[in-house]
């Protein structure tokens, strides 16, 4: 079993890959299966959240890269007014709801109160399966969440996702 507990540069070319909802990205100690069907263990410290884009460096020097694996999720759209969007965002920060940020859209973990309470706003909600990366907060340093661990100048900070 292959083993973990740095990160690699986000361009290190990776010669296995591990793809995994959100849920599980954000263990900080887990056992999982690579594509190529190997097993990787790895330990970071605690609130340490894996981003889709991530470089893991395992003891024998393997780069494996992490990649968000699609999952259920509910996209939201302003209804007739684009002030809908802002109250939803306002609304699902408030319920502290990881959220990944669109250009003209929002996703989040598929919830049906949050649908409902979304569309009683005036929003457009849909359900859609994707790859779910949410932003990781404005105190997430280097996006370990709890301890303000930062894990080297190789992991992009948390910000704002960029448009593409």
Known sequence: MLFAESFA??????????????????????RVTLA?????G???????????????????????AVEAAPEALLEVRAGDHPLQLIRAAYHLGNRHVPVQLGECHLLFQADHV?????LGLGCAVS???????PEGGAYAHGEAQAGGHDHGPDRSPAKIHEFK
């Not at 190529?36 to 990787?40: A, D």
């Open 9 to 30: 540069d986000r361009e290190t070319p990776a010669s296995d890959r591990m793809v995994l909802p959100y849920d599980a990205r954000r263990k900080s100690r887990q």
């Open 36 to 40: 190529s069907g190997e097993e990787l």
């Open 42 to 64: 790895y330990v970071f410290p605690a609130g340490t959240v894996l981003r889709h884009g991530d470089r893991l460096l395992t003891g024998n020097g393997r780069v494996i």
């Open 114 to 118: 949050l649908a409902e309470m979304l």
């Open 127 to 133: 359900e859609v399966e994707a790859p779910f990366d």
